[in-house]
Nanobody, 115 residues
Framework: QVQLAESGGGLVQPGGSLRLSCAVSGILPNIYRMGWFRQAPGKQRELVATRQSDGTMVYADSVKGRFTISRNNSDKTVYLQMDDLGLDDTAIYYC?????????WGQGTQVTVSS
């Protein structure tokens, strides 16, 4: 069974940084895209950043210049470096892996930005 294991969430003060990691366990060939989405209380889940296998990256406007997505294709891991975090970044962050056949989500990791 394929699973995504997220780590790196936590509590941080405004202006701080966190690095999220997501690793694929199990066999999942031909991953087209891996990325991060988030859901804040009372809001819909939204895209944060994705990276396709050809290197194409997409960022939400709200995180451009502050967040950086990177991916290690060999071990099927994706990272999200989050800098200059603000209160509006508080959310549950979900990892996603997309192939032609599967659309897999992690359990989510909580990121809380608070002074």
């Amino acid at each position: 069974q394929v699973q995504l294991a997220e780590s790196g969430g936590g509590l941080v003060q405004p202006g701080g940084s966190l690095r999220l990691s997501c690793a694929v366990s199990g066999i999942l060939p031909n991953i087209y895209r891996m990325g991060w989405f988030r859901q804040a209380p009372g809001k819909q889940r939204e895209l944060v950043a994705t990276r396709q296998s050809d290197g194409t990256m997409v960022y939400a406007d709200s995180v451009k210049g502050r967040f950086t997505i990177s991916r290690n294709n060999s071990d099927k891991t994706v990272y999200l470096q989050m800098d200059d975090l603000g209160l509006d970044d508080t959310a549950i962050y979900y990892c996603n892996a997309l192939t032609l056949t599967y659309d897999i989500w992690g359990q989510g990791t909580q990121v809380t930005v608070s002074s």
